[in-house]
């Protein structure tokens, strides 16, 4: 061991010497770098609620109304086919009891028997040949349907300003009580054309076809539909439709 080691021990009673303290300048840098690390942790934790905000919350709420207008498009599909397959069963709903026994099976789609939010439109419709004219004692030339597909009756359950039939609308005055058009009426009334209804189904004289069409707006959206800022998210109207 080095002599001035060994004396400097002695003098401090064989205890090493301390260390010398941290220079200013070494204390300056710590506290740059402590800085620095806060406010890198800061901007990390702006970026995250930039993201959250922007990209995030928008995929989660996207998610739910999907996923929610999904179960709703399942149950106005139910809803349709039921209805139609009664009607064309002859259950008739210009009766009250029907029309109320067809609302309770749309429970939570929040419609009723003349609003709501959602209509169903039941039709019964059939083809127009030349020998049906005949049979209703008109010419030719004074069949104006002729050849052409026709609504015969038509009910409406629900909120009629929501949606119109895909096929046309005829004229209130056609109809009667039970929404029947009487024949003369669906032979020569152009509103009681079924526009384009032998694109989906054509008919021969004779044959009717038993439509049910179903419009719905989502009620789990009401809060969406109600404030402007957030129209935007409201998804549209859902629909279905059943032929039998």
């Known amino acids: 061991m080095p002599l001035a080691v060994a004396n400097a021990r002695r003098r401090s009673g064989g205890r090493p010497e301390p260390r010398a303290l941290a220079s200013g300048s070494q204390i300056s840098k710590a506290k740059v770098k402590a800085r620095r690390s806060s406010g890198e942790n800061g901007s990390a934790l702006i970026e995250f609620l930039l993201v959250s905000v922007f990209l995030v919350f928008p995929l989660l709420l996207g998610t739910a109304v999907f996923g929610l207008s999904l179960v709703r498009a399942n149950q106005v599909s139910e809803v349709c086919r039921d209805a139609g397959h009664m009607y064309a069963y002859n259950v008739d709903f210009s009766q009250a009891s029907s029309q109320n026994m067809l609302v309770q099976m749309a429970k939570g789609l929040n419609m009723t ?9 039941l039709s019964t419709v059939t083809y127009v040949a030349a020998n049906d004219c005949a049979a209703a004692g008109l010419a030719t030339g004074n069949c104006t349907n002729v050849n052409n597909t026709v609504v015969v009756r038509r009910i409406v359950i629900g909120n ?3 949606h119109a039939s895909a096929f046309g609308t005829p004229s209130a005055s056609l109809l009667d009580s039970e929404g029947k058009i009487n024949t003369a009426d669906y032979l020569t009334n ?7 209804f032998s694109d989906v189904i054509p ?6 076809a038993y439509m049910a069409e179903a419009f719905v707006t989502s009620p789990d959206f009401n809060f969406f539909r109600n404030s402007p800022d957030w129209s935007w998210i409201m998804p549209g109207v859902i629909s279905a439709r059943s032929i039998f």
Not at 113 to 121: D, Q, Y
Request: hydrophobic share 40%; net charge neutral; proline share 4%.
């Open 113 to 121: 028997t003349s609003g709501g939010n959602g209509v169903i439109i």
């Open 190 to 196: 152009a509103s009681a054309v079924a526009a384009n």
């Open 203 to 208: 008919l021969s004289s004779g044959q009717y």
């Open 160 to 162: 009629p300003q929501l």
